[in-house]
């Protein structure tokens, strides 16, 4: 169940509203709302099964001294991001009515705090039915997740979207695990969450697909991944982690397997929510070496487009 509650000030303006309706009524911007729905999706990990991440509640907040809306989520909403990959988003929010106008930020309140039992109660059933947020590796070891300053503050995203009039706003939250995630020496069995996490409007993104050689996706000891970079990158650069770099990938994908009707195996991947624009794509098995070292561009021009970059070793002529 979502419940919905707003600050005193918005109480104080519901109520001069009401008076004001009853002396023949107001076109006060006050009395102006719209609908918002909120997804989320992920860019995926190498080695894990899942990662559970709990929310309680989020909160938004209009700019200036507008109002604050908080949406509460009893019980808490669980979800796995390793299921919501490419350009599937699972619903976190969904038609909500809210005061339309600017918003400068919003707040994701999650459980996930460091020193407790994130996964414990955890069946093995392959679903995140254990307690608060954590991730289970593919050798099957159970981690607590935490991130820093979650319990007082939880994820603030300030990052500006508009609720319109008597419309509907649609946004996803891209986390991207791969720059999330990580292990510092010393707090095991704790595993940090240091959030990279992308606000995009889905009226204004596209798709990147594509399919990879089977000798890239297959080398030895290939993790085989997709990056996308910023346009003005002039040698994609891998993720280290706890180090922030204008080079490093703004979205990542793995590659992944598809079986084919006469029974061949392709490898192909997907990265969603990309907004219109300008990237450059590359391969990498082991998030240091690249192919093509100087990345491949190409272009989202318009909301909904899907795009190919595909990957196969360069055939020199003879």
Not at 40 to 63: M, N, T, Y
Not at 86 to 114: I, K, Q
Not at 219 to 245: K, L, M, R, T, W
Not at 281 to 310: K, W
Request: net charge negative; charged share 20%.
């Amino acid at each position: 169940m979502t419940t919905h509650s707003t600050t005193f000030n918005s109480i104080i303006a519901a109520t001069t509203l009401l008076a004001l309706a009853g002396c023949g009524g107001s076109s006060d911007p006050v009395d102006q709302t719209g609908f918002l729905s909120l997804g989320i999706s992920d860019g995926p990990i190498h080695s894990a099964e899942r990662v559970c991440i709990e929310f309680s509640d989020i909160e938004f907040k209009q700019a200036g001294f507008g109002e604050t809306t908080i949406v509460e989520f009893e019980p808490p909403q669980k979800i796995d991001l390793l299921q919501f990959q490419g350009a599937n988003a699972a619903p976190l929010v969904t038609n909500e009515v809210m005061p339309a106008g600017h918003y400068e930020w919003m707040r994701l309140g999650v459980n996930a705090v460091r020193g407790t039992n994130g996964g414990m109660g955890d069946t093995n059933s392959g679903l995140c039915d254990g307690e608060a947020s954590y991730i289970v590796m593919d050798d099957e070891s159970m981690h607590n997740l935490y991130v820093p300053s979650g319990a007082n503050t939880g994820l603030k995203l300030v990052s500006g979207y508009t609720v319109p009039v008597n419309d509907q706003v649609s946004l996803t939250l891209e986390f991207d695990l791969a720059k999330s995630v990580t292990a510092p020496p010393g707090q095991d069995p704790d595993v940090k969450v240091r959030p990279a996490i992308r606000l995009v409007n889905n009226n204004e993104v596209g798709t990147l697909t594509g399919e990879v050689s089977a000798d890239f996706a297959t080398a030895d000891a290939c993790e085989p991944s997709v990056y996308v970079f910023n346009p003005d990158v002039d040698a994609p650069n891998g993720i280290e982690d706890e180090v922030d770099d204008p080079d490093d990938p703004i979205a990542t994908a793995m590659v992944e397997t598809q079986e084919q009707p006469d029974g061949s195996i392709e490898y192909h991947y997907t990265v969603g929510f990309l907004l219109t624009g300008n990237y450059k794509a590359a391969f990498t098995c082991n998030n240091m070496d690249f192919e093509p070292s100087t990345g491949t561009d190409f272009m989202i021009e318009n909301a909904g487009d899907v795009v190919t970059v595909d990957f196969f070793p360069v055939v020199e002529p003879q």
